[in-house]
């Protein structure tokens, strides 16, 4: 089989941290070459000698990083011959996660989106907490109204890792959704959601379009990317216009 990740890595300096452990760092490495199609299923991944002198760092950095990518089933480890990037069943457990444009256009109808707000902010405590990092981490915060044929149908209020989506602010959301932007650059490892009937604060009523005293179905879910939390979202639905559904 052909090696297609030959003169690829040749010469690449080695990512930089920002404290990031290097084991991670190199799992990040290999999980990104992954997403973006550079590394294919049946690929074999360089060697632990060329990504030790790649990212200066010890062989049984290396290893542990490779242990814990076939442990994920990301990669497979053929005795004498090496690592290879190992066909991709781990996403079959998961929840589909399908953006709400996608769910609009099946059904044939037309979706739009208006962009409420765009922050950059350092994470209070609470937030912090959610992404299992120190307070005063970098975080991007968009609001959304998604509409299906000119009603509104969702709000989105979602809270990203800087680090994960750096070009997050300066994407288009009235043609690529928060969701679509996040599954290109953060390769997907694992999500967790709960549902809930609640009435609406005022101003997400407002902002929906709702009669006073019409519930809401609310959807928090916070996914995983690369080791660590990338998304933490909540989105609102009327619950006269909407009905949430999932598969396996």
Same mark, same amino acid.
């Given at each position: 089989?052909?090696?297609?990740?030959?003169?690829?890595?040749?010469?690449?300096?080695?990512?930089?941290?920002?404290?990031?452990?290097?084991?991670?760092?190199?799992?990040?490495?290999?999980?990104?070459?992954?997403?973006?199609?550079?590394?294919?299923?049946?690929?074999?991944?360089?060697?632990?000698?060329?990504?030790?002198?790649?990212?200066?760092? /010890?062989?049984? =950095?290396? @290893?542990?990083? +490779?242990?814990?990518? &076939?442990?994920? $089933?990301? #990669? %497979?480890?053929?005795?004498?011959?090496?690592?290879?990037?190992?066909?991709?069943?781990?996403?079959?457990?998961?929840?589909?996660?399908?953006?709400?444009?996608?769910?609009?256009?099946?059904?044939?109808?037309?979706?739009?989106?208006?962009?409420?707000?765009?922050?950059?902010?350092?994470?209070?405590?609470?937030?912090?907490?959610?992404?299992?990092?120190?307070?005063?981490?970098?975080?991007?915060?968009?609001?959304?109204?998604?509409?299906?044929?000119?009603?509104?149908?969702?709000?989105?209020?979602?809270?990203?890792?800087?680090?994960?989506?750096?070009?997050?602010?300066?994407?288009?959301? /009235?043609?690529? =959704?928060? @969701?679509?932007? +996040?599954?290109?650059? &953060?390769?997907? $490892?694992? #999500? %967790?959601?709960?549902?809930?009937?609640?009435?609406?604060?005022?101003?997400?009523?407002?902002?929906?379009?709702?009669?006073?005293?019409?519930?809401?179905?609310?959807?928090?879910?916070?996914?995983?990317?690369?080791?660590?939390?990338?998304?933490?979202?909540?989105?609102?639905?009327?619950?006269?216009?909407?009905?949430?559904?999932?598969?396996?």
């Amino acid at each position: 089989m052909t090696n297609r990740t030959t003169g690829k890595t040749k010469g690449r300096a080695a990512p930089r941290g920002g404290g990031v452990p290097s084991f991670q760092r190199i799992k990040n490495h290999i999980l990104q070459r992954i997403h973006a199609g550079e590394w294919k299923e049946g690929d074999q991944i360089p060697t632990e000698a060329a990504l030790g002198r790649q990212f200066g760092v /010890a062989r049984m =950095t290396v @290893n542990r990083a +490779l242990r814990e990518l &076939a442990g994920e $089933q990301i #990669v %497979s480890r053929i005795q004498g011959l090496g690592t290879f990037v190992a066909q991709q069943k781990y996403q079959s457990t998961l929840v589909a996660i399908r953006s709400i444009a996608d769910e609009v256009r099946a059904r044939g109808d037309s979706h739009a989106c208006v962009v409420k707000l765009l922050e950059n902010v350092k994470a209070p405590a609470a937030l912090a907490q959610k992404f299992e990092a120190h307070r005063g981490f970098r975080l991007f915060h968009s609001v959304l109204v998604h509409y299906e044929n000119g009603e509104q149908i969702q709000l989105e209020d979602r809270w990203v890792n800087a680090a994960l989506a750096p070009d997050y602010l300066s994407q288009d959301f /009235a043609h690529s =959704t928060p @969701n679509e932007y +996040l599954m290109r650059v &953060a390769p997907l $490892q694992g #999500v %967790s959601y709960r549902i809930e009937a609640r009435l609406p604060p005022a101003d997400i009523r407002k902002r929906l379009g709702m009669p006073a005293g019409e519930p809401c179905l609310v959807l928090y879910r916070t996914t995983r990317s690369m080791g660590t939390v990338a998304s933490v979202a909540t989105m609102w639905h009327p619950a006269s216009r909407y009905q949430l559904t999932g598969s396996f």
